[in-house]
């Protein structure tokens, strides 16, 4: 034997305000939304510990790019020679 399930009845229809949508909100300088936009914006990016890493790499010698190996060497000096 089966029960009979519950059904949500809504009764009365949903009614939408008329509230600015968010572009409009943007739009107002004197927002809160638009005045917490431009506070993100200003806000300083904290860089990641590869991001350190790669600008200590890159400051400490020519290019980040450039591999450190015998091999590596001995072609940057053959090409220099032609």
Same mark, same amino acid.
């Given at each position: 034997m089966s029960r009979v399930k519950k +059904? @949500?009845?809504g009764g009365?229809?949903?009614i939408w305000l008329d509230a600015p949508r968010r572009s409009e909100k943007l739009a107002d300088p #004197? *927002? $809160?939304?638009s005045r917490k936009r431009k506070n993100l914006d200003k806000k300083k +990016?904290? +860089? *990641?510990? $590869? #991001?350190k890493h790669?600008? #200590?790499?890159?400051n400490g010698e020519g290019g980040s790019d450039q591999r450190k190996t @015998? !091999?590596? #060497?001995k072609i940057r000096q !053959?090409? +220099?020679d032609d």
């Open positions: +059904k @949500r009845t009365q229809p949903v #004197d *927002s $809160y939304e +990016k904290v +860089k *990641s510990v $590869y #991001d790669q600008d #200590d790499q890159g @015998r !091999l590596a #060497d !053959l090409k +220099k």
